[in-house]
């Protein structure tokens, strides 16, 4: 394997980190500077507009130094009041589950197996069984490569009376449809390095004017991912704590690359790029006598990640290592899948050209043992 510095770009498939344009790389080699003077405001006010194209919202886009997991904690700490339903169908949304008892609340669990996908229907159900007055859904959960119907998921807890919607689109957000204005979504967070396709460490949020009234309620909501003081701050192009000055030297550089491609075209090509995939794993299977499926069901897969069943032989550490050998990353299955499926990230800067190259390793390897 090579040096992962020396690696050309467009050899990493993992779900995230995904690869980083060089100069999105480079744009992060400036001086620092200070966090309260113009330039940064002047830095803040111009990715403001962007990321709020990318979230499609008119509401203000939170900044946090921290990874995704800090706004998943803030968006129970804010938003949630006693009780928590928590729809869990992977180790994410497991996580976001765990993060809700975390916080001394109340929190129950719609579990369903890891590959299956949660309905409308499912929720409405739990929702009758409790006053809960929040629940957390992972948009595209990573560990599975399944896409919760985050729209109607939302008709359903808003339809059930006063339950805010927190979700997490941390391998989704850019590169799957999401509309946080028009879906009625009331908390939506991602991190940088999945589908944004920027280094990690930065989380991004929307909170809509519901969960700031609930956050001025709570003397609990604590101090680092203050929604109130996120609020205030962004109001006036500031941070409420020390920025990461390089990666927002970054955010700048892509998001400028993100508008010149526009959402609509960056949309598809993830959707061009998953679907090459998913055909390749028919093709492997139906021409080819590799046994293998993507785990999702149709209808509810992710365009930027699909988690693969490995065929008799192999596990998905052996699969991953030898994908790994001939110069290209991709991950192995999560958690309880690690050993029966891998995972291809298709997204952020990637492109069907980029996921053939790695298909053609993959096949010489599956064919080759």
Same mark, same amino acid.
Request: proline letters at 5%; one cysteine or more; charged letters at 25%.
């Given at each position: ?6 690696? #050309? ?21 400036? #001086? ?157 967070? %991602? &991190? ?158 990637? %492109? ?16 080759? &043992?």
């Amino acid at each position: 394997m090579p040096d992962s510095g020396a690696r #050309p770009f467009g050899r990493v498939f993992m779900p995230g980190p995904t690869d980083v344009r060089p100069e999105v790389l480079a744009a992060m080699n400036r #001086p620092m500077i200070g966090h309260r003077v113009r330039e940064m405001e002047e830095l803040i006010a111009h990715v403001q507009p962007r990321l709020r194209a990318v979230f499609r919202t008119e509401r203000p886009v939170y900044i946090s130094a921290s990874s995704a997991t800090g706004l998943m904690e803030g968006a129970v700490r804010n938003g949630a009041r006693k009780r928590v339903l928590s729809l869990v169908n992977g180790a994410f949304s497991g996580r976001f589950f765990q993060i809700a008892k975390a916080t001394g609340l109340a929190a129950d669990a719609v579990e369903v197996a890891w590959g299956e996908p949660h309905t409308p229907d499912m929720l409405a159900e739990a929702l009758r069984k409790g006053p809960y007055d929040a629940v957390t859904v992972v948009h595209s959960e990573t560990s599975t490569g399944v896409l919760n119907p985050v729209r109607e998921l939302t008709e359903a807890a808003h339809a059930a009376g006063d339950v805010v919607v927190l979700v997490d689109t941390v391998s989704s957000m850019a590169g799957a449809e999401f509309r946080t204005d028009e879906w009625g979504v009331d908390f939506v967070l %991602t &991190g940088s390095q999945k589908s944004l396709a920027l280094p990690p460490g930065l989380a991004f949020g929307v909170a809509q004017q519901q969960i700031l009234e609930r956050a001025r309620a709570k003397t609990d909501r604590g101090v680092y991912f203050d929604f109130l003081e996120f609020e205030k701050n962004i109001a006036g192009n500031q941070t409420p704590n020390t920025p990461a000055v390089s990666l927002l030297y970054a955010l700048r550089a892509q998001l400028d690359l993100i508008e010149q491609e526009g959402m609509e075209a960056r949309l598809a090509r993830h959707r061009a790029m998953a679907e090459r995939v998913w055909s390749w794993v028919d093709h492997m299977r139906e021409e080819r006598g590799v046994a293998m499926r993507v785990l999702a069901p149709a209808g509810y897969r992710s365009p930027t990640v699909s988690c693969i069943t490995v065929p008799a032989g192999w596990s998905g550490p052996k699969l991953y290592a030898a994908v790994r050998e001939r110069g290209f990353e991709i991950a192995t299955g999560y958690g309880q899948l690690r050993e029966q499926t891998f995972r291809i990230g298709h997204m952020g800067d990637h %492109t069907v050209a980029t996921v053939e190259e790695l298909l053609d390793v993959l096949e010489v390897v599956l064919e080759n &043992g």
